[in-house]
């Protein structure tokens, strides 16, 4: 077999090396905090005229309306819109369908300025999740946490532990929060959360 012929090599995520210790946090927890990598996630940036045609059009593709508040976010089946800027969006997918986002995405917008980035490889996903799940990322971050304040349908660009992220309320029964992270932070950002999960327990 040749170099040309020879299988590629499975993507490893950022997190891999972590994923027996954030299970083991769960585990300890007895469920109270849920810590896991959602590695691979497609995400496109999208930068487009919110008032323009081109918004309901790309939100038409998606399968939803491309979130109109500032630091909100939209879901629709396996798809998340979430709104980054003014004219600014990353709409999240399952893993694989970044290019499907993108190619949707560009032919609904036609003529309209538009700018379509895919970003997949930049970051990583965190899932914090459990009944603790607020209080733990509270002692990381600045924002006001409480469900009124930042409940589902809620999202921002903030720091956490002094790291960069965008910060999603997960809708759904088991709630909780996507923490979307830079891939070279997010080992230092899973320590953190690691080392303030046991320090709180």
Not at 94 to 115: F, H, M
Request: hydrophobic share 45%.
């Amino acid at each position: 077999m040749t170099a040309d012929t020879a299988p590629a090599a499975a993507p490893r995520s950022p997190l891999a090396d972590a994923a027996h210790r954030l299970a083991g946090v769960t585990r300890a927890s007895r469920g109270a905090v849920r810590l896991a990598e959602l590695p691979f996630l497609a995400q496109v940036n999208v930068r487009l005229d919110a008032k323009g045609p081109a918004a309901d059009a790309v939100g038409a593709a998606l399968g939803l309306t491309l979130p109109p508040q500032p630091d909100t976010v939209v879901h629709a089946g396996e798809v998340s819109a979430v709104r980054l800027g003014p004219d600014e969006w990353l709409v999240v997918g399952r893993p694989g369908t970044e290019r499907d986002l993108e190619r949707r995405i560009r032919s609904a917008a036609g003529d309209e300025p538009v700018a379509v980035t895919d970003v997949s490889a930049q970051r990583t996903t965190l899932l914090v999740g459990g009944p603790r799940a607020r209080d733990l990322l509270s002692h990381g971050c600045a924002l006001d946490l409480h469900p009124r304040a930042f409940g589902p349908g809620r999202c921002a660009q903030t720091t956490l532990a002094r790291t960069q992220v965008v910060l999603v309320a997960r809708d759904g029964s088991r709630g909780g929060f996507w923490v979307l992270v830079r891939s070279s932070f997010a080992g230092y950002l899973v320590d953190w959360l690691l080392d303030a999960a046991v320090e709180h327990a």
